[in-house]
């Protein structure tokens, strides 16, 4: 068995190996695992706010694309009162701004003056929004000449070189009419071809008509107007809106800061986003959290498969131990009998004649010997049977006395010094099957006799009825079975070593009794203490006729 053991040894080292290995495995991953995500969130503060940038920026986008083109459909025949009308709705949908100035333009001719067009203000009037009210004033000169002689001066230069046979381009539109700066933007409503011809003529001198109407207006924008929409608020504590220089000396405190340009009128501020960096930890840790439980769910499985593998190992090392003593308890159970049948058939064969009396000898020693190889047969193909359910229990009307006398006095023949007694209380007969009963019997009473000192050999025998059972006490005086030796006796094949078992035993006998009384839907159990003795105990239901 040193070697088994040996295997057995080896095999826990190899289990023990591997959990060592994944468990330093799924250490390391949970490390790589968290690096990654760090650097993943760290990755994400850098390029997540272009998002928020878009989405804070969409209000101006929509108002510079849409709202301010829609002058152009009024073909320069806005006047106060539709002005006033528009700004009232570029204040309710846009409040970021906060001015508006109308320029109603007037071109005509201006061959005396040989400059081409002549394009002047025939009246200015200023919105403002105020209290969920439009408030407009007229003005007598413009707020700056210089923004109105720019969009004059782009829109002569358009006349001159336009290519009247197409519609402008996108890129004609934006540079002609369109000025944008810090803060303002200023439009000009865009002439359809017709007019474009018409003010072309009006340049070169060709035609002399009345003058022609154009809308100019500018929009005074307020950056700190715009409403931050933080959309990763789990990555940005906090995002304000900065002038484009700003930058903290001492990096706020540690904290973690990254900035993104307004563009158009907007360019000179920035979104400015500041995160501590417990902030970032915080998310790094919640990202995490999925990822550590499906690293350790891996792990947990891989601990599985590895105490899988040990059990089975366990098993079949079990498995190879019942065998290697079945082999061991079997043979030596066969070896002795053979040997004394050999020994006895040599004598008998001997050249030396034998007396009677020898001759009686020998076959009383043959007939014994072979008597105790068929029990031991059938024994083993006794249980086999019981194990693979091939038998059925014959159930018939046992009187409870007589079947007990019958044992005592087979055993008081075989074992003339074996002491025993019973008591019956409150029962005289039931039915069960008295030929698996007997062989508990005959398990039970032998094992009382062998393993009892020479001078104890006594035997109490109780049955009673508890209830819905009948239950046999079988209670001796013997060596007893050690408590942690307890557990292991109803296994096939094993045995417990000692003074009185050195004849050795094939180790079915009370293995033998437990699957009889689980047959007959019983059980057994055992009460017994070192050098007092043992008390063994069969529950089997009580049935009557019906």
């Given amino acids: 068995m040193k070697a088994q053991q040996s295997v057995y040894r080896k095999n826990f080292s190899l289990i023990i190996a591997f959990l060592i290995l994944i468990s330093v495995t799924f250490i390391i991953a949970l490390f790589i695992a ?11 503060f850098a390029a997540k706010k272009i998002d928020v940038l878009e989405q804070t920026i969409k209000p101006y986008n929509d108002f510079f694309q849409n709202r301010i083109p829609e002058i152009t459909f009024y073909q320069g025949y806005l006047d106060s009162a539709s002005a006033a009308k528009y700004s009232g709705s570029v204040f309710n949908d846009y409040p970021f701004v906060v001015r508006i100035i109308f320029y109603d333009v007037q071109i005509g001719s201006d061959l005396e003056a040989n400059r081409g067009l002549d394009i002047g203000i025939k009246s200015i009037y200023e919105y403002r929004y105020k209290n969920k009210e439009i408030i407009g004033d007229k003005k007598h000169g413009p707020e700056n000449y210089n923004d109105f002689t720019a969009m004059a001066n782009k829109l002569n230069s358009f006349v001159t070189f336009a290519d009247t046979s197409r519609e402008p381009t996108q890129d004609e539109k934006f540079k002609t009419f369109y000025d944008i700066r810090p803060e303002k933007i200023t439009y000009l409503n865009i002439p359809r071809r017709e007019e474009v011809k018409r003010y072309r003529e009006l340049q070169k001198g060709t035609y002399r008509s009345s003058f022609y109407k154009q809308n100019m207006l500018t929009f005074i924008l307020n950056q700190y107007a715009l409403k931050v929409k933080n ?3 789990e ?7 900065k002038p484009v220089v700003y930058d903290p000396l001492d990096n706020e405190n540690n904290n973690i800061t990254t900035e993104a340009a307004f563009p158009g009128a907007f360019s000179d501020y920035k979104l400015y986003f500041s995160s501590p960096k417990d902030y970032l930890t915080t998310e790094t840790n919640r990202r995490f959290m999925p990822i550590g439980a499906m690293v350790l769910l891996i792990f947990c499985f891989l601990v599985l498969i590895g105490w899988l593998i040990y059990r089975n190992l366990n098993v079949n090392m079990k498995l190879f131990k019942l065998q290697y003593d079945f082999i061991n308890n079997f043979t030596h159970e066969f ?5 004394v049948i050999k020994i006895a058939g040599s004598n008998l064969r001997g050249d030396s004649d034998l007396s009677e ?3 009686k000898h020998y076959g009383k020693i043959l007939d014994e010997e072979a008597d105790k190889l068929n029990e031991l047969m059938n024994k083993l193909l006794s249980f086999t049977q019981l194990e693979n359910k091939s038998i059925s229990i014959k159930k018939e009307e046992i009187d409870i006395e007589d079947f007990v006398k019958s044992y005592i006095e087979t055993f008081r023949i075989k074992y ?13 007969n039931f039915y069960s099957d008295p030929v698996l009963l007997g062989s508990i019997f005959q398990n039970l009473i032998e094992n009382a006799y062998k393993y009892s000192n020479p001078r104890h050999k006594d035997l109490y025998m109780n049955i009673s009825l508890e209830k819905r059972n009948i239950v046999f006490s079988f209670k001796d005086k013997g060596i007893g079975i050690a408590k942690e030796e307890i557990s292991n006796i109803f296994k096939k094949f094993y045995r417990i070593e000692n003074q009185y078992n050195q004849n050795g035993s094939v180790g079915l006998g009370l293995a033998f009794c437990k699957e009889l009384a689980n047959f007959m839907n019983g059980e057994i159990t055992v009460n017994s203490k070192i050098n007092e003795g043992s008390e063994f105990i069969v529950t089997l239901p009580y049935e009557t006729a019906e």
């Fill in 231 to 233: 959309t990763h608020p």
């Fill in 416 to 428: 003339p010094d074996f002491k025993m007694n019973y008591k019956v209380h409150g029962i005289s």
């Fill in 34 to 44: 968290y690096s990654l995500t760090s650097k993943y969130v760290e990755n994400e």
């Fill in 335 to 339: 070896k002795t009998p053979i040997s």
């Fill in 235 to 241: 990555l940005y504590r906090d995002v304000a809106i």
């Fill in 357 to 359: 009396r020898q001759r």
